[in-house]
């Protein structure tokens, strides 16, 4: 289980920094220094690859190609890459005002982690996939010739024993350079990337993130443009780690019924230490519940009964929790078969949304708020809003710094 500290908890030399609150917003993206630009970086070795706060090198797909002129051009493009236990995403984008257009997109199910809760290895068959899926993101990457992107990897690279093995593969093989990024900076990514989807209110908000091998939880403070994180936990139960844990054992709808009372009991076991530092909160007025991830977009295109699944519908809903919960039950009861004819699961998700069934209800047990927000958005696009954001603060530095040059001269 990852440590209980807020995912903000980086500190920047000399100072500690509070490691129960902070804000969301990234500004470690610094510009490098004039003698990195001139080198050009052409050590061989990338700088995410020495470090995993910075970009790669020159001639990777992460590479950052500094803008003399400083901060963001309205035509440039940028992306966003997470590997997760399940899935592999991109999105590129290019600055909009203060936000961000999206270009581009790629989404493909690798089942990364298969076995990984049994075994505690990545199979030769899961990296296979998740190449194949990379190789796509890495001519995406070409052609779209992004300026700036930053790729992760999330809980199935942590947990491997060969997770750095693989990321040395993807690197050779496709030119990406995947950060294995902590529990602690997935929700972080998470929240930031979805926040601005809260309900309005004056009440504390709880945002989760259920993955494939990890769900995050988060605790905000009411208030304020970038929400202040008061707590937060992660758990290594995510809809592919959780089915794999406990089995397959779907022969008949005592047996279903059975397996998902044990998948509510270790998530709720594990949720305990958060549960009990946020009971008090959980118990004011106006609390506010917001979840990103595959499980609360399917439930809601259940919801809404939709013939198949249609983003605009489901990002930023309101739904009544109860809902959820109702067809959370029914989906526990059902068989891999009945499931899979539904719309919007299919074959693919048949297999594991009743471990996030499991895993949303122990949510909606420990934080019980009247409805529940869902986003399409999370990693990806807080990722995109750091790299604009430090893109920003760095042209702002940059004029500041000329017009003191400016003022000196004169």
Not at 208 to 231: A, C, M, N, Q, Y
């Amino acid at each position: 289980m990852a440590d209980t500290h807020p995912p903000d908890t980086t500190q920047s030399a000399g100072k500690k920094r509070d490691r129960r609150s902070g804000k969301v917003a990234d500004f470690r993206y610094k510009r490098p220094s004039r003698q990195n630009e001139k080198s050009g970086n052409r050590s061989g070795k990338s700088r995410a690859h020495r470090s995993s706060q910075g970009p790669a090198s020159a001639g990777k797909l992460d590479n950052f190609t500094p803008n003399s002129q400083g901060g963001l051009r309205p035509g440039e493009a940028y992306a966003a890459l997470d590997l997760g236990t399940n899935n592999c995403r991109l999105l590129i984008a290019r600055p909009s005002g203060r936000d961000f257009t999206v270009i581009d997109a790629f989404s493909r199910v690798v089942k990364l982690g298969e076995d990984l809760a049994t075994t505690g290895r990545l199979s030769d068959e899961a990296m296979d996939r998740a190449l194949g899926a990379l190789s796509v993101c890495a001519d995406k990457l070409r052609r779209r010739k992004v300026r700036l992107a930053r790729s992760v990897a999330t809980e199935a690279c942590r947990r491997a024993a060969n997770g750095p093995a693989f990321i040395d593969r993807v690197r050779e093989e496709t030119g990406i350079v995947l950060d294995i990024i902590t529990a602690e900076e997935e929700a972080r990514l998470a929240v930031l990337g979805c926040h601005i989807l809260l309900e309005d209110g004056e009440g504390h908000a709880v945002i989760f993130d259920i993955g494939g091998g990890s769900t995050e939880l988060v605790l905000l403070e009411p208030g304020g443009k970038i929400p202040r994180i008061l707590d937060w936990q992660s758990v290594p139960w995510g809809v592919v780690s959780l089915t794999d844990t406990v089995g397959r054992g779907e022969d008949n709808r005592d047996a279903r019924l059975a397996r998902y009372a044990k998948m509510r009991e270790i998530v709720s076991g594990s949720f305990a230490p958060f549960a009990e530092r946020i009971a008090d909160a959980a118990k004011r007025d106006n609390i506010r519940l917001l979840g990103t991830s595959g499980t609360v977009t399917t439930l809601a295109s259940l919801h809404l009964e939709l013939p198949h699944y249609d983003r605009k519908a489901v990002d930023g809903l309101i739904v009544p929790s109860a809902a959820m919960r109702n067809i959370s039950e029914r989906l526990s009861g059902m068989s891999p078969d009945e499931r899979s004819e539904l719309p919007c699961i299919g074959h693919d998700r048949a297999d594991l949304v009743v471990a996030g069934c499991a895993i949303l209800d122990s949510i909606l047990d420990l934080w019980p708020a009247e409805k529940l927000g869902v986003a399409d958005r999370g990693i990806r696009e807080g990722i995109l809003r750091s790299l604009m954001a430090a893109e920003r603060q760095s042209e702002r530095a940059l004029k500041a710094l000329n017009q003191t040059r400016t003022d000196k001269a004169s």
